[in-house]
């Protein structure tokens, strides 16, 4: 409750909302006790008189009633309506809504084909024509307005209560033989309670309003009494010639329902668990770069290289290392694997390449990735556009998630050819096919117009591969391109990926946790643990001699064909949180050969030729690997 | 196969359309007193007040009411008002044109500029643009719309002398298009403030949710343009979630008419209702709120409609 209430103060606009709030209702509070004039004696001799007039703060109505007094009156009675009417509504819709949810079935039924009918109406119909049926007056107003947003409550209600009554508490509770009503009461309720307060929150200024609305169309309190929605509308024939008469009011009803909306919204996203983590926050178009020390000079290797590469998410002052003094190059038509498991960091750093690292809250904080020797960190976000599809391209993994639902496969395709060069309609069409037939998909000219949940995960893949193809680009990152389809899929599609890169001299950076992916596909191999490489070399290599515990862990997690009983290892342990990583080596926790020393100081990557480790006692010791 | 599916909505909206014939029925059922005597005034004698029940069929049950009444309907006989003294129908049918062109002006504003703002307000989050349209719909979601009405033709009609203060028409003057245009602008817009900000919120989240898939950061591999982006990509994949709220607000729309309408003394079906309401003329009342809640149900299934053009994975 108290973290609750922080969360709100430090909203400063739902605590300004929250201020006038409480000022409003202890104003509305205390108005019988202020010297105030009768706000209903009238004195047309005196009437229309200005604000700041004497005797009379904001002067005076059009029968000479003095306004100030009439609108402390009328908020009284303003605020006493919406705040009944909601809390009318909230435990009658509540009420309807927790039966329907708890007894389900034709009850159920019954009452939610009721609740969808009310609904149907706009809602002001059906106030209108309750206060017909019961006539014109304040309190059939309150109950109008409370009835029109009983059905809003009762929907909202009924689906946390379906949701609660089939949790194991609930069971107990009907196996302890409690009856419904107790179970109701003891069980479910405490547990909607919060729902309700929040459903109120964000529809009491809505209620005030509607009341408002309708005593302002005269249908509402009938004079002399007045709320400030029939003060309005009194006034309204006097509009042109005395406007403060209707500004008073109209001012008063839009401070207390845009405080109730500040402090509304304030409550809904104090609430909101997506929002603390800032889970909510829109991605930028490119990764944002805040590069602290030199840029690290080329060693003129590779197509692509990368250097000391840092990438960071950075989540309410807390700092997660994703990616951490990563270092890789790759040649033209060569294919370089990076494993590790999940949160190693190896999506990461293939993402940070083209800027596509979410941001917020991705940060790239060193480091460089020449392509053909040219920095792209902090490159203008042209620049990288320019570059993304043309010369980098992405494979991605679940291609149901990552093609647009809503567009045929063939029209996103063409759109990654448009994006970088001119194409006809039909000339694009063209090109799609031919993509589609160069990634082996039969009848290519009548499956470009498919949508993606038309097709199967392989087809699917394959359409996420052609699309990387579209501009004929030098470099493929495939990031789990085959992790999410079944094992004779996964063959094709790396048997595709293979002669690609065979037939167009591709570079192919391929990313993946599975060791037996990296042996058919992959000529030198990197191992990723905790945002750092801890290994790497040519894959047949490390393959025949893995040298870090945590590279042969992996390879034992890959089952053989014919390989017998041999026992699948998994990996004991979770990999550790990149925001506060140990000294010394991150996997000593999980690590079988740990020894004191391992967790003294941090440990460089010891290079050998071709090969590297991070690791001071390694499985194997580390021998140049034989070319 | 689109029209089965129309079909099937259409059939679909049968048992609601009924459902909301009985509810108006039994709400106007349940007005206490005689109906007729209310007609007829206190002045009326016993022998008139019995005329009159049953020429209104309210000397049957109830249930038998209903049905002559819903019969009656069917066949396209509203009854006639008695306060206005010709058939309910007519009327409605000339009110609620005039009603259509205001309401369906400001639902047209609400979607654009709702679905724009919130658009920029997602593509800018956190910064000016967003928080100054945050600000902007937070305002235009708190002001009563009569209120902000009563305003604009302050400053407008009265100060600035754009716009003439009220009506549909010039009292003097040709009947054109131009003159429509000039009338409706301050009603119109008056209308369309607050639903636009409820837009605005909701496509605003709506985008903001959608921004953060897959397959944004697919298009952006590709090397589509910002601009492409957010309002190709993202907005598309949006409006599944934003076209059932644009549906709900076309209810919302039809409600604040009913106040605009006063304001702006537009002869719309809003002011017929709260005339009859006043001087409780029951058939008007029913007939009106029948029509406009089953233009209303009509008006969602064709929401759904285009949610199902637009989202080729909802079955049809």
């Known amino acids: 409750m108290t973290a609750f209430l922080k969360l709100l103060a430090r909203n400063r606009l739902a605590l300004a909302g929250g201020i006038v709030m409480v000022l409003v209702v202890l104003l509305a509070v205390v108005t019988p006790l202020l010297p105030l004039q009768n706000p209903d004696i009238t004195n047309t001799s005196n009437r229309f008189q200005p604000i700041l007039s004497e005797g009379n703060l904001l002067g005076t109505d059009h029968l000479g009633r003095d306004l100030l007094s009439r609108l402390l009156w009328g908020t009284r009675l303003s605020l006493a309506v919406g705040f009944t009417a909601a809390i009318v509504a909230a435990t009658l819709g509540a009420a309807i809504g927790i039966i329907a949810g708890f007894y389900g079935g034709r009850t159920d039924n019954v009452i939610m084909r009721g609740v969808d009918m009310l609904m149907a109406f706009p809602y002001i119909l059906l106030a209108l024509a309750i206060v017909a049926a019961l006539g014109p007056g304040l309190f059939n107003a309150l109950i109008a307005v409370a009835a029109v947003n009983v059905p809003f409550f009762a929907r909202n209600i009924r689906g946390i209560t379906v949701g609660i009554a089939n949790k194991e508490f609930v069971d107990a509770a009907r196996l302890a033989g409690l009856s419904n009503a107790r179970i109701i009461l003891t069980e479910i309720l405490p547990n909607v309670v919060p729902v309700i307060v929040i459903a109120m929150s964000t529809t009491v200024g809505w209620m005030i309003l509607e009341t408002a609305g309708l005593s302002f169309l005269g249908l509402g309190s009938q004079p002399p009494q007045a709320d400030l929605g029939s003060m309005l509308g009194e006034a309204r024939s006097a509009l042109i010639t005395n406007p403060h008469t209707s500004i008073v009011p109209g001012v008063m009803i839009l401070i207390i329902v845009m405080s109730i909306n500040l402090l509304g919204d304030g409550v809904r996203d104090a609430l909101d668990p997506r929002?603390?983590?800032g889970a909510l926050s829109r991605p930028m178009a490119a990764t944002q770069v805040d590069r602290q020390g030199p840029v690290p000079a080329s060693k003129g290797v590779g197509l692509l290289e990368m250097q000391d590469l840092e990438t960071q998410f950075r989540v309410r002052g807390r700092t997660y290392r994703a990616v951490n003094d990563v270092s890789l190059h790759v040649e033209k038509g060569e294919c370089l694997g990076i494993i590790g498991e999940s949160g190693s960091g190896k999506s990461v750093t293939a993402l940070s390449v083209m800027g596509l690292v979410a941001s917020p809250p991705g940060v790239i904080t060193g480091g460089a990735v020449r392509y053909e020797g040219e920095d792209l960190i902090g490159a203008p976000y042209r620049k990288l556009r320019d570059m993304r599809g043309r010369r980098v391209a992405y494979i991605f993994q679940d291609p149901l998630a990552t093609l647009h639902p809503l567009y045929r496969v063939g029209d996103q395709l063409i759109e990654a050819i448009s994006s970088h060069r001119q194409v006809s309609r039909e000339e694009g069409r063209k090109i799609a096919v031919e993509l589609l037939e160069s990634v082996r998909i039969p009848n290519p000219a009548r499956r470009i117009g498919d949508y993606p949940h038309e097709m199967s995960g392989g087809m699917r893949q394959r359409v996420g591969i052609a699309m990387a193809l579209a501009n004929d680009p030098d470099i493929i990152i495939a990031d789990e391109p085959t992790?999410?389809?079944?094992?004779?899929?996964?063959?094709?599609?790396?048997?595709i990926l293979d002669d690609l890169r065979r037939s167009r001299g591709l570079a192919i950076v391929f990313i993946t946790h599975d060791f037996g992916v990296i042996a058919q596909l992959c000529d030198r191999v990197m191992v990723m643990y905790a945002g750092?490489?801890?290994?790497?070399?040519?894959?047949q290599a490390i393959l025949d001699d893995p040298t870090h515990p945590y590279t042969a862990r992996l390879m034992a997690c890959v089952p053989e064909l014919g390989g017998g009983k041999r026992r699948l290892e998994a990996i004991p342990g979770l990999p550790p949180v990149v925001d506060n990583l140990p000294d010394g080596c991150a996997f000593a926790d999980r690590c079988d050969r740990v020894q004191p020393d391992c967790r003294a100081k941090e440990i460089a990557l010891h290079r050998k030729g071709t090969r590297a480790v991070?690791?001071?006692?390694?499985?194997?010791?580390?021998?140049?690997?034989?070319? | 196969m689109m029209t089965g599916y129309i079909l099937k909505r259409l059939l679909s909206a049968i048992p609601v359309l009924l459902g909301i014939t009985v509810i108006v029925f039994l709400i106007m059922a349940l007005i206490p007193g005689d109906p007729a005597m209310a007609i007829l005034g206190s002045y009326a004698t016993p022998d008139n007040v019995e005329k009159l029940n049953r020429d209104l069929g309210l000397d049957q049950p109830l249930v038998a009411q209903y049905f002559i009444w819903l019969g009656n309907m069917l066949t396209g006989d509203f009854g006639t008002s008695f306060a206005l003294n010709r058939p309910v129908l007519d009327e409605i049918m000339e009110r609620y044109s005039a009603t259509l062109i205001l309401a369906g002006t400001a639902f047209v504003l609400c979607s654009v500029f709702g679905v724009i703002a919130g658009v920029l307000s997602a593509a800018n989050q956190y910064g000016w643009v967003d928080k100054g349209i945050t600000f902007v719909v937070l305002l235009g979601i708190s002001i009563p719309s009569f209120f902000l009405g009563m305003m604009m033709i302050l400053l407008f009609a009265?100060?600035?002398?754009?716009?003439?203060?009220?009506?549909r028409w010039p009292i003097y003057g040709a009947r054109d298009l131009w003159a429509l245009l000039d009338h409706l602008v301050m009603p119109a817009l008056a209308l369309a403030v607050v639903a636009t900000g409820v837009v605005a919120r909701l496509s605003r989240s709506a985008m903001l949710e959608v921004l953060r898939q897959d397959f944004i950061r697919t298009a952006r591999a590709k090397g589509v343009h910002e601009r492409g982006v957010i309002w190709r990509h993202a907005l598309r994949a949006a409006m599944v979630s934003i076209i059932p709220v644009l549906g709900i607000q076309a209810g919302f729309v039809l409600s604040g008419a009913v106040y605009i309408e006063i304001v702006f003394q537009w002869p719309g079906v809003g002011r017929m209702l709260v005339d009859a309401i006043l001087r409780r003329d029951i058939l008007l009342v029913q007939g009106g709120v029948v029509i406009v809640a089953a233009c209303y149900v009509l008006f969602n299934i064709m929401v759904d409609v285009a949610q199902s053009l637009l989202d080729p994975r909802i079955k049809t």
């Open chain 1, 275 to 277: 929002l603390k983590s």
């Open chain 1, 483 to 495: 992790t999410a389809l079944d094992v004779t899929v996964q063959a094709q599609i790396l048997s």
């Open chain 1, 532 to 539: 750092r490489i801890v290994e790497e070399g040519p894959t």
């Open chain 1, 614 to 627: 991070r690791c001071i006692h390694p499985v194997t010791p580390l021998k140049e690997a034989a070319e």
């Open chain 2, 158 to 167: 009265v100060q600035l002398r754009w716009f003439p203060v009220s009506g």
